[in-house]
């Protein structure tokens, strides 16, 4: 953990944020199995980090708002036996001073210690994206706690979704959270420019992949931030493709989309380029299409413009350019209206970057696409992708598949591109790529 006092400032907030007499309940998540007896490596839940800094599983945050407010936090007790298999655990006597969490118990003990906890409590925080998970033991204890009535002990009346307050205030990147995500930003490009040079002489697109992840890695990040894409030709028309197992064909472009985690926070690029270093004539031109989409999206991103206002930007670029090309027929608004864009642009511009790369927080308020606000950090990643399916469309622009994303923090008077470093236009690509040569 790097600064607990960042953590307990978070919690501090979330509790003035809650009514009084309520509790919020946040767990770490459990270990779980991938085959037979080996385990998917654990990562935390991002609500339970951004709470507590602390990434152990089978741990359960309790924040309490009553008289006083208290944080409580049940975890793995030290266990010498297991720790010898499975790694040294905190445990629960360093927990308060490390954490600087109130309380500490064994999650041995939580049953018990939730009914004195959860006593005269009005209301109960919970996600509801977790709910099922909690069901049974919340209605055990509201059940013991209704026992106590005659004895003037009132259980729980409301369950409330936590997400609500708590994702709200995870839009909003503090000081600290935009240092993580600079740095997480800059981790996440240095894989890109190894993946530029390693493509010149890998002929696999896992080969490329090696290089890409080797690089986060040596720069301290613990793992990807999601599942790293490199897409060779047609496969760069898959949005989704991460087998990464083809064979590069050197005459096509290449698609990554990949980002390092740093301090439990994400980055997120999408770079496309020559496999063999240079170009063609359609490549280049669809390619610099997508970059002026970009270029417009993020020129659009300030406060008090829209989120919709950045995609429509890209939309009407793309739109546009794609009628130059010949690749759409017809007059460029009706084209928008109807859609017809989305047979070759198929998704959103961008999406709320942070603890997950696809973050938390509302796209909409009252049903109205919200506005831009200092602290916010979204991607900004049109694309343009033309497989061979496309039997209408010439034959030189078939598998194609192109994607440009870069993470773009909104500022008071604008907005900062976090992922800077990265040779975009064509003649930076292919002058970049030369050097790798040399």
């Not at 006092?5 to 007499?21: I, V």
């Not at 309520?22 to 951004?50: H, K, M, T, W």
């Not at 031109?285 to 999206?297: K, R």
Request: charged share 25%.
């Amino acid at each position: 953990m790097d600064n607990p006092l960042f953590y307990q400032k978070n919690r501090q907030s979330l509790l003035e944020k809650m009514p009084n007499n309520s509790v919020a309940i946040i767990a770490s998540g459990e270990e779980q199995i991938r085959n037979r007896d080996v385990e998917f490596p654990f990562r935390a839940d991002s609500d339970f980090i951004y709470l507590t800094g602390f990434t152990e599983p089978d741990s359960v945050l309790f924040l309490i708002k009553q008289d006083n407010t208290q944080s409580v936090l049940f975890l793995r007790p030290k266990d010498p036996e297991q720790e010898t298999w499975q790694g040294r655990r905190l445990g629960v006597d360093a927990a308060s001073k490390t954490l600087l969490i109130d309380q500490a118990w064994s999650i041995t003990e939580l049953d018990e210690k939730a009914i004195e906890l959860l006593e005269n409590i009005e209301s109960i925080y919970i996600s509801f994206s977790h709910l099922a998970d909690w069901n049974e033991s919340l209605n055990d204890w509201i059940g013991l706690l209704k026992q106590k009535v005659r004895k003037g002990i009132s259980a729980p009346s409301n369950i409330c979704d936590l997400d609500k307050i708590l994702h709200e205030m995870r839009v909003f990147k503090s000081e600290q959270e935009i240092e993580y995500m600079r740095k997480a930003a800059q981790i996440s490009v240095s894989g890109h420019l190894a993946a530029m040079k390693a493509v010149l002489n890998s002929d696999y697109e896992y080969q490329v992949q090696a290089e890409l992840e080797s690089a986060f890695v040596k720069q301290g990040s613990p793992r990807v931030a999601f599942s790293s894409i490199v897409a060779s030709a047609e496969n760069a028309c898959i949005l989704h493709y991460t087998e990464n197992r083809s064979k590069i064909n050197k005459q096509s472009l290449l698609l990554v989309d990949a980002g390092a985690e740093w301090q439990s926070y994400a980055g997120d690029i999408t770079t496309t380029f020559p496999a063999s270093g240079k170009f063609s004539k359609p490549q280049a031109e669809l390619y610099e299409l997508v970059l002026d989409a970009q270029q417009a999206a993020i020129q659009a991103i300030k406060p008090g413009g829209s989120y919709d206002q950045a995609h429509q930007a890209s939309v009407k670029v793309l739109t546009t350019g794609l009628v130059k090309l010949n690749i759409l027929q017809g007059d460029v608004d009706e084209l928008i209206e109807s859609e017809a864009y989305k047979d070759f642009f198929m998704h959103g511009t961008g999406h709320w970057l942070g603890m997950d790369v696809h973050d938390v927080g509302e796209y909409k308020v009252n049903q109205q696409w919200r506005d831009f606000e200092a602290g916010m950090v979204v991607t900004v990643e049109p694309g343009l992708y033309i497989s061979a399916e496309h039997e209408n469309v010439d034959s030189k622009w078939h598998n194609i598949g192109i994607r440009i994303e870069d993470d773009v923090l909104v500022t008071q008077t604008g907005n900062e591109v976090l992922t800077t470093g990265l040779p975009r236009t064509v003649n930076e690509i292919e002058q970049w790529m030369a050097s790798c040569q040399e």
